[in-house]
């Protein structure tokens, strides 16, 4: 009963219910005197009054049952007992009607002279009320659904933020925690992911007393899947490059080689890796490499010229019977080799202008004297102040100093 009461205050406001009561009673008394038919003031706003209040909490206490109908069963059902309340809101009525104005007539003949008003307010009334409230009704199931959708997409975008926040921890253990190094080389690292997950690996492998392995690489596309492929690409580095023996120990090119295999056999069609691998050799000061389709390799020299070491293979994943070959350079006390992925160089600003090599080599050419954290860091602050901390995809960056 307190959700009929609730129901009724708030559908209709009960006091503003009687003004539109009395209001409807005076339109009525204004077209009788329009057309000079004679009505009694008291007769007609008692008649409104009770017939609209009797029929209004008819209406409540019986609405919801025909509303659960569907067209036209609803009004079917409905407009029968419609017509029911109105001759007995009209009979109700009646009886103080006839008690205060004493007609000259019997009270079935005055009832019989003012049912059809009594049943005309309760018709009106009645389709109103029922439009309204079902219209109503449809709308609060309506937005009841709504609600109950987007708490439902908020806790799968919880659940979908939370299963990204695991993969980024799983991801980040899987890069090098410690930068390894050997005498004669100084080396740091840097990873900005675009998302939560990142397609970009690197690694600094330890291959001997003096020879790390360098390796830097982007898995094609972004998110889950290629978090996950450079998850498997991250395995089969790891494995190559354990024992001797292995191809990643002495041989960039085998190691390449090996990937391709491997990859080409097991990752989707289109999908592919670009990889950039090389050997730091402290007793030769010789740098072996093999670029599979990666960014080209940035050497600054003591003298300040610059090399871009441009010979490369071919991606990854893509064809098992590319080949791949060893490549040498040597580097010398005061060099400054960088290896980058492209979120480094194309990083871009507002005016859709690239970071680029030249503003690489001037992040450098800044910071070289003041060791290889320094450069780290310059090339991270100039990149993020360029694009305006928007990268556009992952940015991973290998610094290598000669003492």
């Known amino acids: 009963m307190a959700k009929v009461r609730n129901r009724f205050l708030t559908g209709f406001n009960l006091l503003g219910f009687q003004l539109i009561l009395l209001l409807v009673a005076v339109c009525v008394r204004v077209v009788f005197w329009i057309f000079d038919r004679p009505a009694n003031m008291i007769a007609t706003l008692i008649a409104t009054l009770v017939t609209g209040n009797f029929s209004a909490g008819v209406f409540i206490l019986t609405g919801s049952t025909f509303q659960r109908r569907s067209p036209p069963w609803n009004w079917i059902g409905y407009l029968p007992g419609l017509i029911l309340t109105g001759v007995i809101a009209s009979i109700v ?51 009841e659904q709504l609600q109950s959708q987007v708490q439902l997409g908020l806790m799968e975008k919880q659940g979908h933020q939370s299963e990204l926040q695991q993969a980024h921890d799983i991801q980040v253990h899987l890069l090098p925690r410690e930068t390894p190094q050997i005498p004669g080389y100084q080396i740091a690292c840097a990873w900005q992911p675009a998302r939560t997950v990142s397609g970009d690996y690197f690694d600094v492998l330890v291959l001997g007393p003096d020879k790390l392995g360098l390796c830097i690489a982007d898995v094609s596309g972004k998110g889950i899947a290629a978090a996950l492929l450079m998850a498997n690409l991250q395995a089969s580095v790891k494995a190559f490059t354990e024992d001797q023996g292995n191809p990643g120990i002495d041989s960039p090119a085998a190691l390449c080689s090996k990937l391709n295999t491997v990859l080409s056999n097991n990752i989707a069609p289109g999908r592919f890796v670009t990889l950039f691998y090389g050997i730091l050799d402290s007793s030769s000061r010789a740098f072996r490499y093999e670029n599979a389709g990666h960014c080209l390799p940035l050497i600054v020299h003591r003298d300040g010229t610059i090399d871009f070491p441009a010979a490369y293979s071919g991606v990854l994943g893509l064809f098992s019977h590319w080949t791949y070959s ?57 990149v993020a102040a360029f694009c305006s901390n928007q990268f556009q995809d992952d940015a991973s960056l290998i610094v290598v100093t000669v003492d």
Do not use: C, K, M, W
């Not at 008690?99 to 008003?117: C, E, G, H, K, V």
């Open 326 to 382: 060893d490549r040498e350079v040597q580097l010398r006390p005061g060099d400054v080799l960088l290896l980058t992925t492209d979120g480094v160089l194309e990083a871009a600003n507002r005016e859709e202008e690239e970071f680029g090599y030249q503003r690489l080599i001037a992040s450098v050419e800044a910071s070289r004297n003041q060791g290889v954290h320094a450069i780290r860091q310059r090339v991270l602050a100039d």
């Open 93 to 143: 009525a009646e009886i103080p009607i006839y008690l205060i104005t004493r007609p000259p007539t019997t009270f079935a003949r005055a009832l019989l002279s003012d049912a059809p008003f009594g049943i005309v307010v309760t018709l009106v009334f009645g389709i109103v009320y029922f439009a309204y409230d079902n219209t109503r009704s449809r709308l609060v199931a309506r937005n």
